[in-house]
């Protein structure tokens, strides 16, 4: 609750320093009135429902946040959407990105797992983090979907979606560069665009982005700031439209990215998380610490009038080439400096291939009855090799040298039909039906060895497995409209993920290879409403969502290790809420946050909390009544945003960012000492100068300005993996400042 009275009061701040040009703002607001008269002003249009709506007419909880939100603060990443979105998490570790919504999520450790969070880049599902790169520049905007959505996304929405939608093709020549310096990460970062009509019937748009910064953490071992990151995206998206019955856009994205160094810092068992920024980690037998990713994303999608009637064809394949290469800072706490030697490493490369195809035909808008049906079709490759190497200076009286490597392999494939209809009873009342049945099928095999050393300091294993079974996930939903612009509704549905294979834990066999699908059930309610006229838009929901067979992989500490496997049932229930104010020209105000109680139902066979006492073990644990981990009750942010228009043709806009969370644990034992992140505010500010059509603009941007350190994720190394245990934490990027420049012709 601390946490979220300081992301008010700094939001409250942040206004009151907008409200300082209230005054020339206001001249303007008696000549132009207020937005009373237009009503949609301030309209938002999303695709969640597959065909084009007002965000307020949509009955789901969700929040979208524009490309230009993103593009303003130097976004570079899913992580970034966290700041605008409540109940939304991203987890940030050496491995994968993970996104959890309403507490749901799929861990990280288990590099296999397919999320319980969906992204989809332009209608192509992209389940693997890897496979998000080039998608987050040169945005229109980002849907975020709270609760199961897996009647019309379906590919593994058990939890939520997030679709994101890049810019298209526009009807006539523009363009733009931005090129902005950050002075405490010490590099560049370059991107812009060109885009417009070739012929009558053809137009293209091409995007680009450049990175290079150094990190914001000294590595004293290397003389270096971790993670230094080098990153080249780019993107050809060419739309051909012949008649008005008939488009097609095609979307080619490129993407290379290098990190230099990791995010891992040492810190004391006895102690509070207070994370420093420095490090020692040499390099391992294994190479260089980092991450090297390549990947490709091809999408094609065309839409051909049959009638009053609308089939659409979306047609993707993605591919990525990544390699991982672990180390953990070797600093002992509180020792002055001293360091042992890198005992642990590991790496893990990695090569996915997908093609996916959809068919969905939309009947036209207007009538009693109205409806979306489709197919789906997708199959893909996925190859993970673990290198495991250990340096041990003193392991059962003697040191140890040696290294196991593992090889997992996927192949899968799923179909699904889907549909959804909506009939009007009146013009007021709608009620909504959705039945999606998916079918996957999945074969795998896990095998490791023993690369050199004494002895095998893990298990030996091998494993084999098949999967092949369906899943139905309906929704209904009751829409009532109670005045104009104002909406109630009411939901219940289904959503599912499919179960899959261990990739990476060594010691894995044909018993503890396969586990579950995983199902959730979701009952919600809200009401949406724009008021004034559109000066006031305001939205409320309340939700309840029911996990079975959780899919979960928790670290084990004392035989560092990994327990994967399906947890009983877990619940969240809570409140969601946002709230827009255009009170007059030149200033708006946006407020959004949420609240949430999630605990297992039951857990049995759970791994051992840090809390609980020392004989526990899982043959006999159960959490039942417990939190899962990286769950806060309070998230919420404010953005404010005012603007000053001088006389000779130039305006200066100033936009301040509060958000923040109450406190978590981010370590998988829930340790409340290290394991603990405390609740935080983080603030970021842009100052822009610009001429009045935006045409050049010069602006100074400030994000984490308070130098909040927090982590991301914290685990206990222990004895004698390394001479003196300790933990380890995952730093979050601290305060830094840029200067960036553009223009637009």
Not at 285 to 308: H, K
Not at 380 to 400: A, C, H, K, M, V
Not at 462 to 472: K, L, P, R, T, Y
Request: glycine residues 8%; charged residues 20%.
């Amino acid at each position: 609750m601390k946490a979220l009275n300081r992301i008010l009061l700094s939001g409250a701040a942040t206004g009151a320093m907008l409200m300082a040009a209230a005054p020339a703002m206001a001249q303007d607001a008696a000549a132009d009135a207020p937005l009373a008269q237009q009503d949609n002003a301030n309209e938002i249009i999303v695709t969640a429902q597959k065909r084009e709506q007002s965000l307020q007419d949509v009955p789901i909880s969700m929040e979208v946040v524009s490309g230009q939100k993103l593009a303003d603060f130097n976004s570079n990443d899913i992580k970034s959407v966290m700041n605008y979105t409540p109940n939304v998490f991203v987890q940030s570790t050496a491995g994968n990105d993970v996104i959890y919504i309403r507490g749901f999520g799929s861990p990280p450790a288990n590099f296999a797992f397919d999320q319980s969070v969906s992204l989809y880049v332009d209608g192509v599902y992209a389940g693997r983090s890897r496979q998000a790169q080039a998608p987050f520049f040169d945005l229109q905007r980002v849907e975020v979907l709270r609760g199961p959505q897996g009647a019309l996304f379906g590919k593994n929405t058990a939890a939520g979606a997030v679709s994101v939608v890049s810019a298209g093709p526009t009807s006539t020549p523009e363009g733009e560069f931005t090129a902005l310096y950050n002075f405490d990460q010490k590099g560049v970062d370059v991107s812009g665009y060109v885009s417009g009509p070739i012929s009558e019937t053809l137009s293209a748009r091409l995007a680009y982005k450049i990175v290079q910064q150094d990190g914001y953490i000294y590595n004293r071992a290397t003389d270096h700031d971790d993670p230094e990151i080098r990153q080249q995206l780019a993107r050809l998206t060419l739309r051909w439209e012949p008649s008005t019955d008939f488009d097609y856009t095609v979307k080619a994205e490129y993407a290379n990215k290098d990190v230099i160094g990791g995010i891992t810092v040492s810190s004391p068992l006895d102690s509070p998380q207070d994370p420093h920024t420095n490090r020692y980690l040499e390099r391992s037998a294994l190479g260089d610490e980092g991450t090297q990713t390549e990947s490709v994303m091809l999408s094609g999608t065309g839409n051909i009038a049959l009638g009053d009637y609308t089939l659409t064809s979306v047609t993707g394949y993605s591919w990525f080439n990544a390699n991982i290469v672990n180390g953990f800072d070797q600093t002992i706490p509180n020792s002055g400096g001293a360091v042992t030697n890198n005992s642990v490493y590991n790496s893990f490369p990695e090569r996915f291939d997908q093609f996916s195809q959809e068919l969905r035909i939309l009947s036209p808008t207007g009538r009693t009855f109205e409806f979306i049906a489709g197919v789906y079709y997708d199959h893909s490759n996925y190859r993970l090799d673990q290198l495991q190497g250990f340096d041990i200076e003193d392991l059962f009286g003697s040191p140890y040298f040696g290294r196991i490597d593992s090889r997992f392999k996927q192949k899968a494939e799923s179909w699904s039909v889907f549909g959804q209809g909506t009939l009007n009873i009146t013009d007021a009342f709608r009620a909504i039906g959705s039945l999606r049945y998916t079918h996957t099928s999945k074969d795998g095999s896990f095998a490791s060895h023993l690369v050199y050393g004494p002895f095998a300091i893990r298990p030996i294993s091998s494993a084999e497995g098949s999967i092949s079974e369906g899943n139905v996930d309906p929704s209904i939903t009751l829409q009532y409209d109670i005045a104009r612009q104002v909406m109630l509704y009411a939901t219940y549905g289904r959503g599912s993920k499919s179960g899959g294979f261990v990739s990476n834990t060594l010691g894995t066999t044909d018993a503890t290879f396969t586990f579950e699908p995983e199902r959730s059930t979701n009952y919600e309610a809200g009401i949406k409403s724009t008021l004034a006229g559109g000066a006031v838009v305001a939205n409320l929901s309340v939700y309840k969502t029911q996990f079975k067979d959780l899919q979960v992989s928790v670290y084990q500490p004392a035989s560092s290790s990994y327990l994967t496997g399906n947890a009983a049932s877990a619940t969240s229930k809570g409140i969601e809420g946002s709230l827009s104010l255009f009170p007059f020209r030149n200033f708006d105000i946006t407020a959004s946050g949420a609240y949430q109680d999630i605990k297992y139902d039951d857990y049995p066979g759970a791994a051992c909390l840090a809390s609980q006492p020392a004989t526990c073990t899982p043959a006999t644990n159960n959490l039942a009544g417990y939190s899962p981990a990286y769950t806060s009750k309070w998230t919420g942010s404010v953005t404010a945003h005012g603007r000053i228009e001088f006389a000779n043709d130039l305006k200066l806009d100033i936009t301040g960012v509060a958000a923040g969370r109450s406190k978590y644990f981010d370590s998988d034992d829930q340790s409340p000492i290290y394991g603990l992140q405390k609740g935080y505010v983080k603030l970021d500010l842009r100052v822009q100068l610009s001429d009045r059509d935006e045409r050049w603009h010069l602006a100074l941007v400030g994000k984490n300005l308070t130098n909040e350190l927090t982590t991301g994720s914290a685990f206990r190394l222990p004895f004698p993996i390394t001479s003196v245990s300790r933990a380890i934490l995952y730093l979050e990027p601290a305060r830094n400042i840029s200067v960036e420049a553009g223009f637009k012709f």
